[in-house]
């Protein structure tokens, strides 16, 4: 079992519409967790972070997040063409010393 | 301005030969990682470093080496043992346990 998992995709969502990402983790003890939005041939740019039980939201973004599920998620609203990336889900384990990724999911955004 | 820079953006290696990736922060951050990307995959930690003068190897360490002799730089050379060098290398700086910050990589190609 990976570590970090996420749906390769593409996820395909019209203009407008609200992307659903998704992500799990196999480490029980894991404290923090980060969405990085990468765009082809660029370095991840970090867009959220949480750490406690629930949602977090920052503009257009919430992430939630649910321990006992062991389950991190990405919402974005009103979703862009702009938002087409590809999104990496981070978490740092119990340890704190490292941060693991998920491969990734590709989102598409069409106009 | 503040940030991490990673030279040169592009790098080709021939055949037994050695490789040294450059990573300078000026964020003031204790810790700093190298990730190497694989295309369509997600990120792979290669070495982490949370002080001068120590690191710690990641999943995928062999072939690799690494030295952290200030607290400002780190650089990775990837040494004739790496079969498969051909890949994008992102550097990444974090206060300790914080969220990740990337420079913007370098291609390394093999001639």
């Known amino acids: 079992q990976k570590e970090v998992e996420q749906n390769s995709g593409p996820l395909s969502v019209p203009e407008g519409a609200i992307a659903s990402l998704n992500c799990t983790y196999s480490d029980r003890g894991s404290q923090s967790f980060f969405w990085y939005r990468q765009y082809s041939g660029k370095s991840p740019e970090l867009i959220m972070f949480?750490?406690?039980?629930g949602d977090k939201e920052d503009g257009r973004f919430t992430a939630q997040l649910n321990k006992a599920s062991q389950y991190v998620s990405l919402l974005i609203r009103d979703s862009q063409p702009s938002d087409s990336a590809t999104y990496l889900c981070a978490v740092r384990g119990e340890y704190g010393n490292k941060l693991v990724f998920g491969a990734g999911t590709i989102l598409r955004v069409k106009s | 301005d503040g940030g991490i820079t990673q030279s040169p953006k592009y790098l080709f290696r021939k055949e037994g030969q050695n490789v040294t990736l450059s990573c300078e922060q000026n964020l003031n951050h204790d810790a700093m990682y190298w990730y190497r990307q694989d295309p369509g995959q997600g990120l792979r930690l290669i070495y982490y470093s949370q002080i001068v003068n120590d690191f710690q190897k990641g999943d995928i360490a062999e072939g690799y080496s690494v030295s952290r002799e200030k607290k400002e730089s780190f650089p990775l050379t990837v040494t004739s043992a790496q079969k498969n060098p051909t890949a994008f290398y992102l550097c990444?700086?974090?206060?300790?346990?914080?969220?990740?910050?990337f420079g913007s990589g370098t291609q390394l190609s093999v001639l």
């Open positions: 990444a700086s974090s206060l300790t346990n914080e969220k990740l910050f």
């Open positions: 949480i750490y406690s039980n």
